[in-house]
């Protein structure tokens, strides 16, 4: 009797537990889709004044987004510059927009809905009006007003649902717009909007305050800080719940605005249910892999972008045949790359588990350098490279195929995707979305990078034809991985020099064996041949004393824009 006892209170005990807990919406066990309509200009005799930024901050909004995971064909972005007329921010087409984004949802998935623009309250009343492209100050029928907004949302079957309307931030009737009625005003009384039981909503101010625009922010200082939220900066234990978010941007803003203008500017949030709206789950910038043994892999996180790749075409240095090359590249999700190239100690790791044989055991010679010749030489492999290494130096004597074999065993062992990055990868990560020429910037420096110095030079162990720089790096050979200072903006190091890294393109040529690409440079690598646009290439049985690789894992596919 007396164990019954327990156990009942026991479970009477954990049943009021849960019925006390939140119920959390889990953002990613279902689809996510997100209307953003950004107005910064009116018909001329709209009787508004334009404004500068709700265009692009929705644009920025809508980057943010895809970074967080969101598909993008579940975006749909209404901005008067879009080249398609469905898309313009009118009334009409808000509301058909509307209707199509809500429809057939299923309480896993969520929507969001981003009005950004001017916006007018009758004074006397507590509706709110969203202003599109083609609305006039004295028709009050070209407004949206945000109850019909509230009421679509409440309708719809999503179990995640949020409106955030940036409509404060110029209030007409403090900039003496011609023609505005005198019961109406600018949608500075927020707070008295009251969305449905199940739909949270985020305005970009308080009652009586103003949204403000900054030309250091590029954008709205709402809209700034709300994209920066949404980038991880508002994250708690790895996801963006929206009552986070929330007290992220009104600290944030507040701060800011109080700061920089002298003015109080804190964003309203209101959500009438106690339920937990997670908007994304987001990935950590850095992450260790454990191939067991007490070994890891580090690799860093690279956001989603565009960049250039190849050489400039612009830049004096860029040979003729290689001007027309260069092509941009978009990323539309992010992925990790290597922190550091594979080292002995991880490569020492796999063949212990495996028992691996490298092209160059299985041949039994290796590419190297020996009394200032290069040449096969019977022997030489990643174990005996031709000179000393310690565990945190990058492997060497790597042929495409080993490194291959290495990223297949990796995904087993960490259960993550393993792959070779390819060169749009591997280059994105070295020069970023600003096209550098050098992982660290656009001028050369020899301390950063691990190549064809003095220190080499001095050494008499490699042959006079190469162009040796003035530097001294202080290594002769490789250097253990990370110890330049030359981490990219993405945080991976050792991107120019130290050792040539495989890509895992393969590349179709007129000979039987399709040519492979490597990146970076190496110990022996002319300054030149360092540069994160230029690389060299080869069969796949090529094992030297200078390539070496670097994993990338979960990389996505990749859009060429021609």
Not at 23 to 40: D, F, I, P
Not at 310 to 336: I, S
Not at 354 to 363: E, H, L, S, V
């Amino acid at each position: 009797m007396h164990t019954r006892l327990i156990r009942w209170i026991f479970c009477f005990l954990l049943l009021a537990a849960l019925l006390r807990r939140p119920l959390a919406v889990q953002a990613a066990e279902g689809e996510r889709y997100a209307l953003l309509v950004g107005v910064s200009t009116y018909r001329s005799d709209s009787g508004f004044n334009n404004l500068k930024y709700p265009e692009s901050d929705v644009i920025a909004l809508k980057d943010a987004l895809l970074e967080l995971g969101f598909d993008e064909a579940n975006i749909r972005l209404m901005v008067k510059s879009s080249p398609d007329e469905r898309f313009n921010p009118r009334r009409e087409n808000i509301l058909k927009e509307l209707k199509l984004l809500l429809a057939n949802k299923n309480k896993d998935d969520t929507v969001i809905v981003v009005l950004s623009g001017h916006g007018l309250q009758p004074r006397a009343k507590d509706g709110a009006y969203f202003c599109p492209s083609d609305a006039v100050v004295k028709e009050s029928e070209t407004w949206l007003d945000l109850e019909t907004v509230f009421e679509q949302l409440k309708n719809c079957g999503a179990g995640g649902k949020l409106l955030i309307a940036d409509c404060c931030r110029d209030d007409p009737a403090l900039a003496n717009i011609k023609g505005l009625p005198q019961d109406v005003q600018s949608v500075t009384r927020p707070g008295k909007l009251k969305p449905p039981q199940n739909v949270a909503a985020l305005f970009s101010c308080g009652n009586g305050e103003v949204a403000y625009e900054e030309e250091e922010l590029k954008g709205g200082v709402f809209a700034h800080f709300l994209v920066q939220g949404l980038k991880g900066q508002a994250a708690f234990n790895g996801e963006i719940e929206i009552k986070s978010l929330a007290g992220y941007l009104q600290k944030k803003v507040y701060d800011y605005v109080s700061a920089k203008r002298g003015a109080s500017q804190v964003p309203s949030f209101r959500m009438e249910s106690d339920r937990l709206l997670v908007l994304a789950k987001v990935e950590p910038d850095e992450l260790k892999l454990d191939l067991g043994g007490g070994v890891a892999l580090e690799v860093v996180r690279v956001r989603p972008g565009e960049f250039l790749m190849g050489r400039d075409p612009n830049d004096p240095e860029t040979p003729e045949y290689l001007k027309k090359e260069a092509h941009k590249v978009k990323f539309t999700q992010g992925f990790y790359i290597g922190k550091y190239p594979v080292t002995v100690g991880q490569f020492k790791r796999f063949v212990a588990t495996t028992g691996y044989k490298t092209d160059a055991d299985r041949i039994g010679t290796g590419y190297t350098l020996k009394d200032g010749n290069w040449d096969y030489y019977p022997g030489a492999n990643w174990m005996k490279p031709g000179f000393e290494q310690a565990d945190d130096h990058p492997v060497v004597m790597m042929s495409w195929d080993d490194a291959n074999e290495f990223t297949k065993w990796a995904t087993k062992q960490t259960g993550k995707t393993v792959s070779l990055p390819t060169q749009a990868e591997w280059e994105y990560a070295a020069r970023g979305p600003e096209n550098l020429k050098y992982p660290w910037g656009n001028t050369w420096d020899g301390t950063k990078a691990n190549h064809a110095d003095q220190t080499l030079k001095t050494s008499n162990a490699i042959h006079s034809l190469v162009g040796y720089s003035d530097d001294n790096d202080g290594y002769v050979y490789t250097a253990p991985v990370g110890h330049f200072k030359n981490e990219s903006w993405c945080g991976a190091f050792d991107m120019a020099g130290n050792a040539w890294q495989w890509c895992g393109d393969v590349i179709k040529t007129d000979g039987n064996d399709p040519d492979r690409r490597s990146k970076g440079g190496s110990w022996s690598s002319e300054k030149e041949l360092c540069r994160s646009a230029d690389g060299t290439g080869g069969g796949h049985e090529i094992r030297t004393s200078t390539y070496g690789f670097r994993i990338a894992v979960n990389a996505p596919s990749v859009k060429l824009i021609r």
